[in-house]
């Protein structure tokens, strides 16, 4: 079973409410009120909770099925519950509460302008800390210990977050229909839940606690489930020498916000009844998530290309784990999109619509996973506190689309329609990074950007690599616009972007009379990826793998500091296709038969 799902659930207990009145005052519509949100939470992640066993052919019988049935292990790990701790208490359930004031204004300034203008104002509120891990021996918490605060932030209006907000339309005098449309303002995403729980759940109290062996002699291979080898008990909150797992939220974290801005233009054109649009949308990062470890240890020097080296945790507390996190916020990060389309409204049976749109994004951390250390751990960087913005994960830099829809009634007023949805974009970004723990930081191996070397690199040494594989590794660089562009840097976070996709659906329907009057049947069959199914090599989604990463080379330090030493046995990793993972596969054509009655 995945060591990820032993046990693993999500309640939630919700109620929402709404206070509202509006006040007609002339020219204006001035409306005010609160909305209430309350939501108990528990999220159950009791990983390994059941245990793992690995196995390997440890006698090179050929296969490893021996060794199976034996229970000869190579590697047993599991987690347990602190003595008194429960299940539910692992789950950090916890109750999130917000109140949010309002007072907006609509204007109608005159016949062709309007405004709506206003602010909301959401307080975020817990129903109690998270639990507290205290050295017995100086009554303060380890975590203040070692860092000056305690780690029990509780949300509360210190966390509050003041939106203002702006927009109008404009309806301009014309022929032709136009108008200008357009606004500004300050949004706060939905809360996080998963990540505010991780305090409630990861912080050496209600914490499961990790073992490892390699002796099946010892720790017997069990099939019970429910009935582990191994410890089975530990002091709840003792963390002395241990490497407590701890999870906290900075005392001044805000909720996700961002500051938006948009601006638009739609018109009627002159031609062929078409319509005209182009908009620009703007949103920049005022509270994003970012996270940080404080526990890494302290740098001991540089590596050849300047980032900092660490010691596999030289100068960490020894009472925290190095992968402890702390949840804080970054302005950094900004996304904008031009989109240019033209639409054409149906006639004689046809209608359609195109759009190009530009668009550049960049974050510091994407957020992509719950576990909080996970979100710290799974993206490319250079030093691995560093608060950086660089190309999100999911920037795509160019996205065109159209549509064309046909309808007929060939068969009295049953329509037939055939239609068809084009997408085109650049692949995801990604980032080429060194497949091995190259600075000692004890982060995930293939997280470091890699140093791309130039030819005769004065900081970069191959080993027991031949001429020929030397040659080989810097031909395989030029063949790469990237690479060879940016000889003699490390490679910027997601900075190089898959393969192109090209995706066109079609769909046909087909209207049938149905039992009594105007009722009808409506057959349809959709073809997605309908490229693919022309050509089984047409309409591929290629990507870097789960992580947004390709593997350049594993690299070392050299015995004088001075170089990297590159291992190049192996050639730089290869794009993957998305049919290596059966739930995204959307590099193969799919078809789909329905059928539904309308009356």
């Known amino acids: 079973e995945d060591w990820y799902r032993h046990e693993n659930a999500i309640r939630s207990k919700r109620i929402n409410g709404t206070f509202s009145a509006r006040w007609h005052l002339g020219d204006h519509v001035i409306k005010g009120g609160f909305d209430y949100l309350s939501n108990q939470v528990a999220n159950t992640f009791g990983l390994g909770l059941h245990g793992s066993y690995g196995f390997y052919d440890k006698n090179n019988s050929g296969s490893p099925v021996d060794e199976i049935l034996a229970g000869d292990y190579g590697v047993y790990k599991k987690t347990y519950l602190p003595t008194g701790v429960s299940i539910d208490a692992v789950s950090g359930t916890w109750k999130y509460t917000q109140i949010s004031p309002f007072l907006q204004d609509t204007w109608q300034v005159n016949r062709k302008l309007s405004l709506n203008y206003g602010v909301r104002i959401n307080i975020p509120g817990a129903d109690r800390a998270p639990p507290v891990a205290i050295n017995a021996a100086t009554g303060v918490s380890y975590w203040q210990e070692a860092f000056g605060y305690a780690p029990n932030t509780k949300l509360g209006s210190k966390n509050k977050v003041i939106e203002p907000r702006l927009s109008f339309n404009y309806q301009f005098d014309n022929k032709l229909k136009a108008q200008l449309r357009g606004g500004a303002g300050l949004f706060q995403t939905v ?32 099939k019970d489930p429910y009935n582990q080898p191994g410890p089975t008990s530990a002091t709840a909150g003792n963390c002395t020498n241990l490497g407590c797992s701890i999870d906290t939220l900075s005392p001044n974290f805000k909720l996700p916000t961002a500051l938006k801005i948009s601006l638009g233009y739609d018109t009627e054109l002159p031609w062929w009844g078409l319509k005209g649009s182009v908009e620009n949308i703007m949103i920049h990062a005022r509270n994003a998530i970012a996270y940080q470890q404080p526990n890494l240890g ?99 830099p160019l996205t065109l689309k159209a549509t064309l829809s046909w309808e007929r009634m060939y068969f ?48 970069v040494s191959y080993g027991s690599a031949t001429q020929a594989q030397i040659d080989a590794f810097h031909a395989y660089i030029d063949n790469d616009l990237y690479l060879r562009s940016h000889r003699g840097q490390i490679a910027g976070r997601n900075a190089s972007n898959s393969p192109w996709v090209n995706n066109l659906d079609v769909g046909v329907r087909q209207e049938v009379p149905g039992f009594v009057g105007k009722d009808k049947f409506v057959i349809g069959l959709d073809i997605y990826n309908f490229l693919n199914l022309l050509n089984k090599n047409w309409g591929q989604t290629n990507n870097a793998g789960f992580f947004g990463t390709r593997t350049l080379a594993n690299a070392s330090r050299s015995t004088d500091g001075t170089k990297y030493v590159y291992d190049i046995s192996r050639a730089p990793s290869a794009y993957t296709l998305y049919d290596a993972n059966v739930s995204r596969a959307v590099s193969r054509w799919q078809m789909m038969l329905t059928m539904k009655y309308q009356f």
Not at 418 to 430: F, K, M, Q, T, W
């Open 191 to 222: 809360p996080p839940y998963v990540w505010l729980t991780n305090p409630y759940s990861n912080n050496g109290v209600t914490s499961v606690v990790g073992y490892r062996s390699n002796d099946p002699a010892a720790n017997p291979f069990s």
């Open 298 to 396: 302290n740098p001991v020097g540089t590596m050849p290309d300047g980032r900092l080296r660490y010691l596999n945790g030289s100068g960490a507390n020894p009472n925290i784990s190095t992968g402890a996190t702390v949840l804080t916020n970054t302005d950094k990060g900004i996304s904008n999109a031009l989109t240019f389309s033209l639409s054409k409204e149906a006639k004689e049976g046809l209608s359609g619509a195109v759009s190009v749109t530009l668009a550049h994004a960049s974050d510091v951390n994407a957020g992509s996973a719950s576990q909080a250390n996970s979100n710290f751990n799974y993206y490319a960087r250079v030093n691995p506190n560093d608060l950086v913005s660089a190309n999100s994960r999911f920037n795509v």
């Open 412 to 459: 009295g007023n049953n329509r037939t329609t055939l239609s068809v949805y084009y997408s085109g974009r650049n692949g995801l970004p990604y980032s080429w990074v060194f497949g091995n723990d190259v600075n000692g930081d004890r982060l995930p191996s293939g997280t470091d950007l890699a140093y791309i070397p130039q030819v005769n690199d004065p900081l």
